[in-house]
């Protein structure tokens, strides 16, 4: 089929357009405000094989493992007798394409005629404020997959249009906020029928084959753009590492290697030598090194492709199982998908910058600065489970300062409002600000942290997930490094200093306090 470079253009928006409506469904309709206000939610599209053909522009972390979750759903659909109108299928197991448990991921096959195979399909992941565990907010201080949560394989969740009830009530009983699940399933549930619908249009108007032959053009012209990107990078092979502070549990300085070898319009990232998968949580499953990749190189690339499976066909990536960024079942994981997806990020980007010195800003903050606050309402009763990341300094580039107070690189979530937070939540916000001079100083100066102060109005328990507290985000080119970020508790008008990861019981007045990295600065002054 000759392809037609107009309806080339038209498919590109249509299919972008399906992902971010589901996007829209699923924050207007979900109960939590993590996924309604802040926005911790992933929409994509996929072929018949299960390749990503466009995804909205949700989270990044997101990218290169939405498809491998999706091919998990499509093995299990097909043990059990194959895909039915009104399907969906549901699963957060991290070594079956997902990526921490808190992240659950729905899928549903979209039909273009009565009894033929899915012509496509659509899936979401949204992120579970609770998914049961060892601690509220299934984000602990773990050593293994199972104290984090509810596993939960590929499972059919809808059946030909009908919820199995059962396998809902079972999931519902063992997380700490029942009723704000269900809610928040419902949204993705409706999400991806907004998905299959859209689809259904498209399919009656221009027919299946049209379709296919279009998604696999859009997926060809994005691996064109992406080895012009690769081209114009010179041939060479650049090293660079980078750390992660600790695992939480008394592993510190956890190395993140990479040799990048760039040949042509082609390139190998080699992993390997990254260090051994650690006691803690900071584990990350394969699936978020390809994740990490494929948003370097969507960042590269100026041209406006979508991100979609042809990105990174001209490239090979290289782990070595067991590692801290390709972890061996059953390791705790809950820390790797926001933590040491950043550290991946921050080493392309250190190992790019001596091949592309006028392209490639300095580190931003590194980190999620991950707090999960669990506990009971005060008044009623009511249990509660709180989870966020907080934004950070963003690295100056070569031509701009970096920005200040802003999610960078991995995450792309909103923050939760203050009175939103107030509202759901028994919190009072003490302070929120920026982090004023904490940004690296240099002929672009990095963006500056901020500062966000919460005290309980309630017994809690209080876990947080961050990094960049002892090494701070680089600066390039003689720029100076960004503050390291820090923890506090205040408690009886005392503030106690607190490591990167920790877990604690807090009491009605005390005072969680995050301060966050700046961006590193870049150019000498």
Known sequence: ??????????????????????????????????????????????????????????????????????????????????????????????????????????????????????????????????????????????????????IIPPVRIIRQGEIDRGLLRLVLANVRTPAEREGDFAAQFNANRTGVRRLGECLAKYGRDTCAAYAAALMDYAERITRRTIGAIPDGTYHFEDFLDDDGLGTTAIPIRLALTVKGDAASLDFRECGDQAAGSVNAVRAITLSAVLYVLRALTKADIPANAGCLRPVEILTRPGSVVDARFPAAVAGGNVETSQRIVDVILGALAQALPGRIPAASQGTMNNITIGGAHGRDGRPFAYYETLAGGMGASPRANGESAVHSHMTNTLNTPVEALEYAYPFRVRQYAVRRGTGGDGARRGGDGLVREIELLADAEVTVLSERRVRAPYGLSGGQDGATGRNVLVRDETPRDLPGKFHLTAGKGDRIRMETPGGGGHGEE
């Open 1 to 150: 089929m000759a392809i037609s470079p107009i309806l080339l253009e038209v498919f590109k928006n249509r299919f972008a357009s399906i992902a971010e409506e589901m996007g829209v469904t699923l924050t207007q309709t979900a109960f939590s405000p993590n996924i309604k206000e802040r926005r911790d939610l992933s929409c994509a599209v996929f072929d018949a094989a299960g390749d990503m053909i466009a995804q909205a522009a949700h989270i990044p972390v997101h990218l290169g493992s939405m498809p491998l979750s999706v091919r998990s759903a499509m093995e299990a659909a097909r043990a059990d007798g194959g895909f039915a109108e009104g399907d969906m299928v549901m699963l957060n197991d991290p070594f079956r394409g997902g990526t921490h448990l808190p992240d659950i991921t729905i899928v549903a096959p979209v039909f273009a005629e009565e009894g033929a195979e899915p012509a496509f399909y659509v899936a979401n992941r949204a992120h579970h404020a609770d998914v049961g565990g060892m601690a509220a907010g299934s984000m602990p201080l773990s050593t293994s997959l199972f104290q984090e949560g509810l």
